[in-house]
């Protein structure tokens, strides 16, 4: 699966944003996904994952209530709706495929180059 996240910019605290994710190769309804993100000097984490059917969403504490994950298999898009964005949600952020869904790194094979969202105070 080749992974293509889209989206990101600046944006002022307050601001919503939506990044996109766009699937191709192998059957993307194969797949749960998963969105990451990571700050300069910080370690990748977690932000939301949705089931391959999209019956199961999950989110990280810091993200529930502003965010939302979803995607649409018959356009092999997965979607991250951010709003309330803070000056902290800035970071790369990474789209990922994989058979287990989970909020860890190993859960996912494929991974996307990551698109960049800036939050300004």
């Known amino acids: 699966v080749q992974l293509q996240a889209s989206g990101g910019g600046l944006v002022q605290a307050g601001g919503s944003l939506r990044l996109s994710c766009a699937a191709s190769?192998?059957?993307?309804?194969?797949?749960?996904m998963g969105w990451f993100r990571q700050a300069p000097g910080k370690e990748r984490e977690f932000v939301a994952a949705?089931?391959?059917?999209?019956?199961?969403?999950y989110y990280a504490d810091s993200v529930k209530g502003r965010f939302t994950v979803s995607r649409d298999n018959a356009k092999n898009t997965v979607y991250l709706q951010m709003n309330s964005l803070k000056p902290e949600d800035t970071a790369v952020y990474y789209c990922?495929?994989?058979?287990?869904?989970?909020?860890?790194?190993?859960?996912?094979?494929?991974w996307g180059q990551g698109t960049l969202v800036t939050v300004s105070s």
């Open positions: 990922a495929a994989g058979s287990i869904i989970g909020a860890s790194i190993s859960s996912y094979v494929y």
């Open positions: 190769g192998r059957t993307f309804n194969n797949y749960n």
């Open positions: 949705i089931s391959w059917s999209g019956d199961n969403t």
